[in-house]
Nanobody
C-alpha cells in the first residue's frame, strides 16, 4: 500500500508560479513511478507529468517547459513546479503512483491522492 497526500494548491493570478507537493508513504515507495494528473470541472482527467523510479521524466506536449516534475527520494516527496500559470490550468491536481515505470494513462496507476485545487485568475 502507498498513501499519497498532495499540497501546495491555491488561488493565483495568471503568470504566477506554484509548487505542488506529493508526500508519499508506504512500502518501498521509492521504487514507484509518480505522475501528476489534473481534472477540470466537466473534463476528463489529463496527464500532466511523470517521473520514473530511476529518474526518466515524461510530459505531454502541451506542457511546453512550463512545468517541472522532480522527486526527493530521501524524503519521499514529489514536486510539480508550475510556472507561467494560465487560467486554463485551473483544475484539481492529483498525484498517482505505480510500480517502477512511467505510464500516461490514469487507468495504469494503482494509488491516488485526494488532490489539491489550483485556481488561476485572469
Amino acid at each position: 500500500q502507498v498513501q499519497l497526500v498532495e499540497s501546495g494548491g491555491g488561488l493565483v493570478q495568471a503568470g504566477a508560479s506554484l509548487r505542488l507537493s506529493c508526500a508519499a508513504s508506504g512500502h518501498s515507495v521509492v521504487v514507484y513511478a509518480i505522475a501528476w494528473f489534473r481534472q477540470a470541472p466537466g473534463k476528463e482527467r489529463e496527464f500532466v507529468a511523470a517521473i520514473d523510479a530511476s529518474g526518466p521524466i515524461q510530459y505531454p506536449e502541451w506542457v511546453k517547459g512550463r512545468f517541472i516534475v522532480s522527486r526527493d527520494n530521501a524524503k519521499a516527496i514529489y514536486y510539480l513546479q508550475m510556472n507561467n500559470l494560465k487560467p486554463e490550468d485551473t483544475a484539481r491536481y492529483y498525484c498517482a503512483a505505480r510500480p517502477v515505470t512511467i505510464a500516461t494513462r490514469d487507468s495504469e496507476y494503482d494509488y491516488w491522492g485526494q488532490g489539491t485545487q489550483v485556481i488561476v485568475s485572469s
